[in-house]
T-cell receptor
């Protein structure tokens, strides 16, 4: 079993839809949770960064962490075609090694 | 600051040849990481440097792989006697590494070096 599980999709939605992306994890020592976005032929770039449980909002993006269920989510409101990318969840215990999920490919249709 | 630079962007080689990738991190970042990413998968950790010291190597990094970071600046990743299974995107990332809580362990990635082994 992988430490971080993420549905690879693809997920296809119409422009303006609310998108929900999710990951589950098995290591209860994870304390820091990130979402990276990766466009085709590019390296991942950080979208959101959350410490421990709770919600964090940044514009159209909301990250949620539920440590009791070992479940994290990213919501995208009013999705745009420019949001089409692969979204990677990532976690770290507090040391140096970031563990990534497999990534979910998102397509937002105009 | 031009971000994390990787070179070459794409390398095509024949099985059995040696290849070397270079990474230039953000200048003030003291941590440097190499990850490997195959199609449909997330990045997998290979190795990590704090300044010039290589502090951890993944089991994925066989003895054909070697990484260096002389003087704590740029880093090179060499793959000897390449195999078709080595075909992947090799990503370099850097961070300030002063503690994850401050946000300083957030990774800044380069665009990657894509390796194709024929």
């Amino acid at each position: 079993q992988k430490e971080v599980e993420q549905d690879p999709g693809p997920l296809s939605v119409p422009e303006g839809a609310i998108v929900s992306l999710n990951c589950t994890y098995s290591n209860s020592a994870f304390q820091y949770f990130m979402w990276y976005r990766q466009y085709s032929r590019k390296g991942p770039e950080l979208l959101m960064y959350t410490y421990s449980s709770g919600n964090k909002e940044d514009g159209r993006f909301t990250a949620q962490v539920d440590k009791s269920s070992k479940y994290i989510s990213l919501f995208i409101r009013d999705s745009q075609p420019s949001d089409s990318a692969t979204y990677l969840c990532a976690m770290i215990t507090g040391g140096f090694k970031t563990i990534f999920g497999a990534g979910t490919r998102l397509f937002v249709k105009a | 600051d031009t971000g994390v630079s990787q070179d070459p962007r794409h390398k095509i080689t024949k099985r059995g040849q040696n290849v070397t990738f270079r990474c230039d991190p953000i200048s003030e970042h003291n941590r440097l990481y190499w990850y490997r990413q195959t199609l449909g998968q997330g990045p997998e950790f290979l190795t990590y440097f704090q300044n010039e010291a290589q502090l951890e190597k993944s089991r994925l990094l066989s003895d054909r792989f070697s990484a260096e970071r002389p003087k704590g600046s740029f880093s090179t990743l060499e793959i000897q006697r390449t195999e078709q299974g080595d075909s992947a995107m090799y990503l370099c990332a850097s961070s300030l590494g002063e503690g994850a809580r401050s946000g300083a362990n957030v990774l800044t990635f380069g665009a990657g070096s894509r390796l194709t082994v024929l």
